[in-house]
C-alpha cells in the first residue's frame, strides 16, 4: 500500500484545502483528515508538521506505513476496505528518534448532537456545560475530552494546549453546519490538561482565547482554561432532599457575606488566603455559632484581577483556582449544607472586562457584547455589557446560572446590578444613549432576560432563590414575570440601608429631626420581598468602618450598633451582614489582608459578639420574626411618632403569638415609658441590648410588666417600662 500514488491518497479534495490545513485555516478538516472510503479502498490522512515519518496501526498490531503527500507533515495511507467503523491508531516517529502512538482525532463522530446544537441557537439549553466547553468522555471505547465551543464569525478554529505543543496547525476543529459551534474529540487528553482555543477571524487576524465554558482555569497571572472531571461524593442528601419545597420568604435568613480571600489568612504562609476546604470548617463553625442561616460569597467564578473582588468574570464556569479545585469548592458548599448552612454566590451577568483573553471580541466580532459603542461599554467601569438580545448569549448566561445551582449546589444567586442592566441611559448622558424600539429607556432586551433566568431557576432548581441588587424604584422586581414582575425572589433593599445608615451616623441630639428616616421604610415594606443588606460597599472607598459610623464616644458607638443590628433582625424581610461586623473593626475591609481577629479579646467586642449570639438565636427561634415576612398584618407600629424622645415601638406576630419591639434611639434613659401592648398578660424581656453581658450600661432594666387594662398607642393594655440608654428591648409573653 506504501507505493500508492499520493495524486491518488488526495484525489476528491477542492483546490487550496490542503493549503487551507496547513496554514491552520480549515473550518472543515475531517473532510481531510482522518479516513474516507474511495473505490480502491480507505484513504487515511493525518498531519503532523513535527514528524519524519507516520504509520497506521490497526488491531494494535499490523503497521501500514504512512506517505508523506505534502509538507509539513501530511502523510496519508490506503487501506483496504474492511469492517466498519474503522479503528486504527496512529505512530509518528519525530527527528530525534521519539515516537507517539494516538488515536486519530479525525475518525470519531460529532459530539455535540443536532437537538443540542437547535437548542443552544434557540436560546433554551438548559444543561448546556454538558455540550461546551471541555468534556471528559469515552468515545467508541476511547477515552479523551469532546471540546466544543461557539465562534460562529470565526474563518477556522484550533484546539491548543499542553497535548500538542500549543501548535494550533496540529488540531483544528470542524464546524458544525450552521450553528457556530466548532467541535473536535481529543484522544488520551484528561483532567488537568492545559488548552485554549485559536481562532482565525474574518480580518485575517489571530485571536487565542480561553473557553468560555472551562470548568477551571489555571492561577492568575495564567490565563489557560483546564479540563476538569468531577470525582466529588456529595454527603448533603437530607439539606438537598428538603431543597425543592422550601418557602424562603417565610423562614428565616440572616446572611453573612464573606470575601473568602481576606476571611483569614496564614502569616506564617507567605500571608496567604485559605483555601476552600481550610475555610469550609472553620467559616461554618463560626457563622453556625452567631445563628446565620446562610453565607453569601462574592464572586468566585474565575477572575484575573484580585482587587475587582471578583465583579470582573473572565471565566463564568470555572470556581476561582485562587482557593483550590472546583471539587474542593464541592467540598465547602457540602460542609455548610450538613451544618445547616445556606449557600449563596454573588452573581455577575451585568458586564464582563475587556481582558483579550476572555469574552471580548471572541471570534473577531462583537459575539458576547453589543457592537454598537452606546450599548457596549459600561462607562462607570470600563467593561462590556452583554448581548441579552442574542439567544446564544442569554443561554450562555441562563445555563451558567443553573450550573451553579445544580452542580455545585448552591442555593441561591444574588444579581449583582441589577439596575445597570435595567436602563439603556444608565451612567449616560443624553445622545450617548439609544431608546428602545417603544421609545423608552428601558433596556427590553435584559428585561426579557431577567425574567427568563428567573423562570428558568424557578423550574430547573426548585427551592433555589435569586436575589436582586436593584436600586432605583423599578416596580415588581420580585413579581413572577407572569404578573408582569422581573422574577427575583428577593430584592436588596438599599432605600433602607441609606436611610438607616444616615440615621444612625446623626448625632442623637438631632435624631428627633431625622425620625422619619427609620419609619419611611414600611411605607413601601410590602411592594417587595426584601433583604436588608449591611454588605461590603458600605465599608469601602473612604466610606469608614460599620462601627466608625456610628456617634458617640467608645461606649456609645457600640451601644448604637448593638441597636441598629437589633432593629434590623427584628423588623420586616431577611437580613444581611458583611463579615467583621462581629469584630467592629475600626479600619475599612481590605481584600489583601485579614479580618482583625485579634480584636475579638476586647471587651467591648466580646460583647458584641455574644450579642449576635443571643439575637441570631432569638431571630431563628422566634417564628413571630420570620414567618409573615410577606404579610403586612404581621408587623404593626405601636408607637413612630415619638420623635421628641426618639423612640420608637411595634409588633411582630404570627399564629397567635407576638414580641413588642421598643428602641430607644438616645443615650439618655427614658424611665417609667409607656407602651401599649395586645395582651392582658405579663411580658417579659426576652433580649436587652443594654445587658452588662453585651457591654451595656449596668442601669437596671425592667426584666418583666404586667400589662395594665390601659389603652394605650392604640392598644387595649399597656406596660411601663424604664428604657436603657441606646437600647433595644424585646419582650414576649410570660410563659406559664
Not at 106 to 116: A, S
Not at 215 to 239: F, N
Amino acid at each position: 500500500m506504501s507505493s500508492t500514488p499520493p495524486d491518488q491518497m488526495m484525489a476528491g479534495l477542492a483546490g487550496g484545502e490542503v493549503d487551507a490545513l496547513l496554514r491552520g485555516d480549515h473550518r472543515q478538516p475531517h473532510d481531510l483528515l482522518g479516513p474516507h472510503a474511495t473505490a480502491d479502498g480507505i484513504v487515511v490522512r493525518t498531519f503532523m508538521p513535527e514528524a519524519v515519518a507516520a504509520e497506521v496501526v490497526v488491531d494494535n498490531r499490523r503497521r501500514i506505513p504512512m506517505q508523506r503527500v505534502a509538507d509539513p507533515g501530511l502523510f496519508a495511507a490506503l487501506l483496504p476496505r474492511g469492517r466498519a467503523p474503522l479503528r486504527y491508531q496512529l505512530s509518528f516517529r519525530y527527528p530525534d528518534g521519539a515516537t507517539w502512538d494516538t488515536d486519530d482525532p479525525y475518525r470519531f463522530d460529532p459530539t455535540v448532537g443536532e437537538m443540542d446544537r437547535h437548542l443552544f441557537n434557540e436560546g433554551t439549553h438548559r444543561r448546556l456545560w454538558n455540550v461546551l466547553g471541555a468534556q471528559v468522555r469515552v468515545v467508541d471505547g476511547v477515552e479523551g475530552t469532546a471540546f466544543a465551543v461557539w465562534a460562529p464569525n470565526a474563518r477556522a478554529v484550533s484546539l491548543v494546549g499542553d497535548f500538542n505543543r500549543w501548535d494550533g496547525r496540529r488540531n483544528p476543529m470542524r464546524l458544525l453546519d450552521t450553528s457556530g459551534i466548532f467541535e473536535l474529540f481529543a484522544p488520551g487528553v484528561g483532567a488537568g490538561a492545559r488548552y485554549k482555543y485559536e481562532l482565525h477571524t474574518a480580518d485575517g487576524s489571530l485571536r487565542v482565547k480561553t473557553d468560555p465554558y472551562a470548568r477551571a482555569m489555571e492561577e492568575a497571572p495564567g490565563t489557560a482554561s483546564r479540563v476538569v472531571a468531577s470525582t466529588y461524593a456529595w454527603h448533603d442528601d437530607a439539606w438537598m432532599d428538603q431543597r425543592p419545597g422550601l418557602d424562603h420568604a417565610r423562614r428565616p435568613m440572616t446572611i453573612y457575606e464573606v470575601h473568602l480571600g481576606s476571611w483569614a489568612r496564614i502569616p506564617e504562609d507567605g500571608d496567604r488566603s485559605l483555601t476552600y476546604r481550610e475555610i469550609a470548617v472553620r467559616l461554618v463553625e463560626h457563622v453556625a455559632r452567631l445563628g446565620f442561616t446562610h453565607v453569601e460569597l462574592m464572586p468566585i467564578a474565575e477572575h484575573p484581577f484580585t482587587g475587582s473582588w471578583g465583579y470582573q468574570v473572565t471565566g463564568y464556569f470555572a470556581p476561582t483556582a485562587r482557593y483550590g479545585t472546583p471539587d474542593d469548592f464541592r467540598f465547602f458548599v457540602d460542609c455548610c449544607h450538613r451544618a445547616g448552612i445556606g449557600v449563596i454566590l454573588d452573581w455577575v451577568p451585568a458586564h464582563f472586562p475587556k481582558d483579550d483573553y476572555a469574552l471580548r471580541r471572541f471570534d473577531g466580532t462583537a459575539l458576547y457584547e453589543h457592537d454598537d459603542p452606546r450599548r457596549a461599554e459600561h462607562p462607570d467601569w470600563g467593561t462590556l455589557i452583554f448581548n441579552y438580545g442574542r439567544n446564544e448569549v442569554r443561554n450562555f448566561l441562563i445555563a451558567n446560572a443553573l450550573y451553579w445551582l445544580r452542580e455545585f449546589h448552591v442555593d441561591g444567586l444574588r444579581v449583582d446590578a441589577v439596575a445597570s442592566m435595567l436602563y439603556l441611559d444608565y451612567s449616560r448622558k443624553a445622545g450617548e444613549w439609544v431608546p428602545n424600539r417603544q421609545g423608552g429607556r428601558e433596556d427590553l432586551e435584559a428585561v426579557a432576560f431577567l425574567q427568563a433566568m428567573n423562570d428558568a431557576v424557578r423550574q430547573d432548581a426548585p427551592g433555589c432563590f435569586t436575589v436582586a441588587e436593584e436600586s432605583t424604584a423599578w416596580p415588581n422586581v420580585t413579581r413572577s414575570p407572569a404578573e408582569g414582575g422581573l422574577g427575583f425572589t428577593f430584592k436588596w433593599n438599599m432605600g433602607w440601608m441609606h436611610d438607616t445608615l444616615a440615621y444612625f451616623h446623626t448625632d442623637p441630639l438631632f435624631r428627633r429631626y431625622h425620625h422619619d428616616r427609620l419609619t419611611f421604610a414600611m411605607i413601601y415594606e410590602y411592594s417587595e420581598q426584601f433583604v436588608m443588606p449591611l454588605s461590603h460597599d458600605e465599608v469601602v472607598h473612604g466610606k469608614g468602618s460599620l462601627i466608625n459610623k456610628m456617634p458617640g464616644d467608645h461606649w456609645q458607638q457600640f451601644a448604637n450598633l448593638r441597636v441598629l443590628l437589633a432593629y434590623q433582625y427584628t423588623r420586616p424581610g431577611k437580613q444581611l451582614l458583611f463579615m467583621g461586623t462581629e469584630l467592629a473593626s475600626t479600619r475599612e475591609w481590605n481584600h489583601d489582608t485579614s479580618l482583625d481577629w485579634h480584636l475579638a479579646a476586647d471587651p467591648l467586642r466580646a460583647g458584641l459578639d455574644r450579642f449576635l449570639v443571643r439575637l441570631g438565636g432569638l431571630y431563628r427561634g422566634e417564628p413571630d420574626f420570620w414567618r409573615g415576612d410577606p404579610d403586612p398584618d404581621a408587623f404593626q407600629w405601636i408607637e413612630c411618632c415619638d420623635r421628641e424622645r426618639s423612640v420608637m415601638s411595634y409588633l411582630r406576630r404570627w399564629d397567635g403569638s407576638h414580641h413588642v419591639v421598643i428602641l430607644n434611639l438616645t443615650p439618655i434613659p427614658q424611665p417609667a415609658y409607656r407602651v401599649g401592648v395586645p395582651a392582658a398578660a405579663t411580658y417579659q424581656t426576652v433580649l436587652s441590648s443594654d445587658d452588662a453581658e453585651f457591654g451595656g450600661s449596668h442601669l437596671p432594666a425592667t426584666a418583666g410588666a404586667a400589662a395594665e387594662a390601659m389603652p394605650w398607642q392604640g392598644q387595649p393594655h399597656s406596660v411601663v417600662l424604664d428604657l436603657p440608654p441606646l437600647a433595644a428591648l424585646v419582650l414576649a409573653v410570660a410563659r406559664t
